[in-house]
């Protein structure tokens, strides 16, 4: 990985219990952030990847796992402490909560036999598990990452929210359209919602009107807009003005396109209008941008 484009960042940390840590990591910029945080090896490590992508690296580099958009990542070794080295991609966002095996056994004490490295046959094993982010954790999750209440309830907000995420996590439930969504009807909403991204995404250079995309995915437009931010955390049209910034960059990067080629690619009809929009998202213009590549 190339260090230059590498930037050193913090969790925002906020202890939520004894025992029980939330981290976010809101990488919104054009570069790879490293993080790194010494963690004991009594905490069950749970990791979700709301945005983009990011690696775990493990053993001085020797063995890297890698967690993407909508994913989770369960880590647990009682053996030996499991210290976070996470490079997070960009405009990607983590969050990630830490629970001691102790406070996790007091949670479940009732009834820990379905949670599979509570057995006794397994209890002193190393566990990982990976999984999809569902609709209602997607929720909580973007709950947590775009925090903008009152800094004075900020530590209740967050242990409420950090238990629903667990809680959610291990829902035995098979029929998950009867789980309640804080803002929308149903889980069939959610997807709606999700269809939306993928349909702006592939039109990209030509998108719907917002009524439009309503009315293809089936949703009222209040519903829409109110949907997209929960999930999403941004409007629509900030969503898709990101994403087709880093498609941008990424077909700069390739080479293989001039600018015109590259902001036509991405739907502006006149290269002055790219221009300021790229200066817009990343401070610089496309040509500058492409010479600090070879410089």
Same mark, same amino acid.
């Given at each position: ?5 590498? *930037? ?9 219990? +004894? /025992?029980?840590?939330?981290? #976010?990591?809101?990488?919104?910029? *054009?570069?790879?952030?490293?993080? @790194?945080? @010494? ?16 690696? $775990? ?5 020797? %063995? ?48 820990? /036999? %379905? ?7 397994? =209890?002193?094993? !190393? %566990?990982? !598990? ?44 098979? +029929? ?6 804080? $803002? ?11 269809? *939306? =991204? ?6 990209? #250079? ?11 995915? /089936? ?8 949907? $997209?931010?929960?999930?999403?955390? +941004?409007?629509? $049209? ?18 293989? +396109? ?38």
């Amino acid at each position: 990985m190339d260090k230059e484009n590498n *930037a050193i960042s913090t969790f925002n940390e906020t202890k939520v219990d +004894d /025992g029980v840590l939330v981290f #976010a990591l809101k990488n919104d910029s *054009a570069k790879v952030q490293s993080v @790194a945080k @010494a963690v004991e090896s009594d905490y069950i490590q749970f990791h979700f990847c709301v945005k983009g992508a990011s690696r $775990f690296i493990f053993n001085e580099g020797r %063995y890297t796992l890698n967690i993407l958009e909508e994913n989770s990542l369960l880590l647990y070794n009682p053996k030996r402490e499991l210290p976070i080295n996470l490079h997070v991609d960009p405009n990607s966002w983590i969050i990630s909560v830490l629970i001691s095996i102790k406070k996790f056994h007091g949670l479940f004490s009732q009834e820990a /036999g %379905y949670i599979t490295f509570l057995s006794e046959d397994n =209890k002193d094993k !190393k %566990y990982y !598990k990976d999984g999809v982010i569902s609709p209602s954790m997607a929720i909580v999750l973007n709950q947590l990452i775009n925090f903008n209440l009152n800094n004075s309830i900020k530590h209740l907000y967050f242990k409420a929210k950090a238990y629903e995420l667990l809680s959610l996590y291990f829902n035995r439930s098979e +029929d998950a359209d009867i789980e309640q969504c804080p $803002f929308l009807v149903d889980e069939t909403n959610v997807i709606k919602i999700r269809k *939306a =991204k993928d349909i702006i995404i592939s039109k990209m #250079a030509a998108p719907p009107t917002l009524q439009e995309l309503a009315d293809e995915i /089936g949703l009222s437009l209040k519903k829409l807009k109110e949907g $997209f931010k929960q999930i999403y955390g +941004d409007s629509v $049209f900030s969503f898709l003005f990101d994403y087709k910034m880093e498609v941008a960059r990424k077909l700069l990067e390739a080479g293989n +396109d001039n600018v015109n080629e590259v902001g036509h690619k991405v739907g502006y009809s006149t290269s002055s209008h790219f221009i300021a929009a790229f200066k817009k998202k990343y401070g610089t213009t496309p040509k500058k941008y492409v010479m600090s590549l070879t410089s």
